[in-house]
């Protein structure tokens, strides 16, 4: 079985040091930066040294660590380097079974860059993450020179929950509640979604492969009901979009499940919908997954550099 | 031609402005008469006039919706008449007036131009056409002021619901909103909430899309979060005769969210103790949707099954007249209604959310 997500806690910023230039490393300890835990999950949520489960012939590991949330992009961006390479000496050396995630600094779509250049010939790296709430839709042509590059070294792009960076979660402001705040990831991803598809950037990197990281699953189906409508209608509006969105969805993205967000009645409804089951890919961690999917398979498709 | 797919049928939004702002002044106190002239009315976006995501079309209209009067769409009753009501066999239309006042940064301009959209609204359309029913607009940022506007005017005849857009200040299940839903339960009004709006938030939490497609398909998700906050917040606890009515926002979205609320409250329930109920039993109880824009499924009956799943006593037939993404009752959905639905959606739920008579239009005093 291949684990497209095994999520990692962020490991304490002086665990890094040995993977920081001198001045990052006094920096971080002379200003007491200690910690990359993001806000949006239950505290001590995620595993310190979680173990890919019996049977796992694959996992890819994902540090969850809120390094968009720094505003300065130099130091966000030392950080980012310095998680990949403890990345690498702590997991990916350790275990043959590990593949990893590059993290970014989404701050700077110029250092984003150079990271992924400069991790990319170590294949054991299969994916990028970025934020699912950042300053600035994904399909935004800023952000393309990163699909350019993940596209050129067949590097999925996954996005992942959190990126509490900018703009509200909600298009009505902030909630009070984490529960609100879970509940919104799901539109947040349809923003995602719709950007990408819409802003041409699917289109334009044929190669991408965009991989949405507990995501949930069930909002999309009606989210390319309606975009299919407005394209019909609007389509002139994004000339580039030159077929129905859904299809450019169903060749481009995957989700993770579990969590899959729906009673266990309505998975079986769930795989009715046109291409559902060969998006799906198969995370760790516990709950129902639906019956009947090759999550393996889904899993090459999504991601190149795992081979066939 | 248009034709008649239900006898009775009761349109749920139909859009009515007027003709120039001028068409407003006389119902417009003479402090903010004066007020307008000298400073304008002012939104929380760039634009003096227009919009920053430009519509699809002039106006977001229908090209045939321009009366021969030379006014603007939904300027004309008596094009409405000709249009919509007669053709389509309208018994009764519901009036969701878009213009300006909703939004406005200050809310006391906004109150005033509410209370001359709603004055407009009575004397120029209410009073002449038995078959329309009206929305009260407010600003509804303000909980006091618009529970002010409600208390005015929820004895009018005519008037059935109060009306909100979706795109807000903060989500609406915060308390400064409270005194709006009780000022709806006191009354015995549902709450509208219409598409639109600009309250200054990206609609994306990852800020500013490009494109008007983006804006319009991303309504469906600001209707969204006002749901999970109107039932984290409690506010169906605290309000429990509040009745919400979803404008505009499509529907198919609705049976995934209420599953994925349910599974975040199963997790986080003690976060929010004050709810008593699964969220999706709050949802089912308190919310209508109208149809339109519906969603086109891959195959018809997979739109028969959300309808199903959302309940079909809670589904409101809609054109959005006149705008351009209008849905005809005889083509809106892929596949006729069957005939369990066809009734409710195109009539008879809408009757008992708002209290229309049954049979014929009568005039507006008896409903």
Not at chain 2, 6 to 16: E, F, P, S
Request: proline share 9%; glycine share 8%; net charge negative.
């Amino acid at each position: 079985m291949i684990d497209c997500d095994l999520a990692l806690a962020a490991p304490p910023v002086s665990a890094l040091r040995d993977h920081l230039e001198a001045y990052w490393r006094d920096s971080v300890r002379e200003r007491g930066i200690r910690s990359l835990e993001p806000s949006y999950e239950l505290p001590g949520r995620a595993p310190r040294r979680p173990e890919p489960g019996p049977g796992t012939t694959l996992a890819i590991v994902r540090p969850l660590a809120a390094i968009e949330a720094l505003h300065a992009e130099d130091l966000a961006a030392a950080l980012a380097g310095g998680l990949n390479d403890w990345l690498r000496a702590e997991w990916l050396d350790r275990d043959p079974r590990l593949r990893g995630s590059i993290t970014v600094a989404p701050q700077s779509v110029e250092a984003a860059v150079a990271e992924i250049e400069r991790l990319a010939s170590d294949r054991r790296f299969v994916q990028v993450l970025l934020p699912l709430r950042g300053l600035h839709p994904l399909g935004r042509r800023l952000h393309w020179p990163i699909y350019d590059v993940c596209a050129r070294h067949a590097l999925a792009v996954a996005v992942r929950p959190g990126g509490n960076v900018g703009s509200a979660i909600t298009p009505v402001g902030w909630p009070s509640h984490l529960a609100e705040d879970l509940a919104g990831q799901s539109q947040a991803y349809q923003s995602q979604v719709t950007s990408l598809v819409l802003e041409g950037a699917l289109g334009a990197h044929p190669a991408l492969r965009v991989v949405l990281v507990a995501s949930g699953v069930t909002w999309l189906p009606s989210l390319t009901w309606r975009l299919d409508k407005n394209w019909k209608g609007v389509r002139r509006e994004v000339p580039w979009v030159d077929r129905p969105p859904s299809e450019v969805i169903r060749r481009a993205m995957w989700l993770t499940v579990p969590p899959v967000d729906a009673p266990l009645d309505a998975l079986p409804e769930l795989l009715a919908h046109e291409g559902m089951a060969a998006m799906l890919l198969r995370a760790g961690g516990q709950g129902p997954v639906p019956d009947g999917v090759n999550f393996d398979a889904n899993a090459r498709q999504a991601y190149p550099r795992l081979g066939h | 031609m248009a034709t008649q797919v239900a006898t009775g049928l009761v349109d749920c939004d139909i859009h009515n402005t007027p003709a120039s702002e001028a068409r407003l002044r006389p119902y417009l106190a003479e402090r903010w008469r004066r007020h307008v002239e000298r400073f304008g009315t002012r939104t929380r976006h760039g634009l003096a006039t227009g919009y920053p995501y430009p519509k699809a079309t002039p106006g977001a209209a229908r090209v045939d919706a321009w009366p021969p009067d030379g006014g603007p769409p939904g300027s004309s009753l008596q094009f409405l008449r000709e249009q919509l009501l007669d053709p389509l066999g309208v018994a009764f239309g519901i009036l969701n007036c878009l213009a300006a006042g909703a939004g406005q940064t200050d809310p006391e301009l906004g109150a005033a131009l509410c209370r001359a959209v709603n004055d407009w609204q009575l004397a120029e359309w209410l009073e002449p056409e038995p078959r329309l029913r009206a929305s009260i607009v407010m600003p509804y940022d303000d909980g006091e002021l618009s529970a002010a506007e409600i208390d005015r005017l929820a004895g009018v005849s005519g008037f059935v619901q109060a009306l909100m857009l979706v795109r807000t200040l903060e989500p609406i299940g915060r308390r400064r909103y409270w005194p709006i839903f009780e000022a709806c339960e006191r009354n015995g009004l549902p709450l509208g909430i219409h598409f639109g709006g600009y309250a200054g938030h990206p609609i994306s939490s990852s800020g500013w899309p490009s494109f008007y497609l983006e804006d319009h398909t991303g309504m469906a998700m600001s209707f969204q979060a006002q749901l999970v906050s109107l039932v984290f917040e409690g506010v169906f606890e605290r309000f429990p005769g509040l009745r919400v009515v979803c404008i505009e926002g499509g529907v198919a979205w609705l049976p995934a969210l209420a599953w994925r609320m349910d599974r975040v409250f199963e997790e986080l329930r003690d976060e929010v103790p004050e709810l008593s109920r699964r969220p999706s039993e709050y949802l089912r109880e308190h919310v209508w949707l109208t149809t339109q824009p519906v969603e086109e499924p891959e195959r018809p009956e997979q739109l028969l099954q959300v309808f199903e799943r959302i309940g079909r006593d809670r589904l409101l037939f809609a054109t959005d007249y006149p705008h351009w993404d209008y849905d005809d009752p005889a083509r809106a959905f892929p596949a006729p209604l069957p005939a369990r639905m066809r009734e409710g959606v195109y009539a008879g739920n809408a009757r008992a959310l708002y209290g229309l008579p049954a049979g014929p239009s009568s005039p507006a005093g008896e409903g």
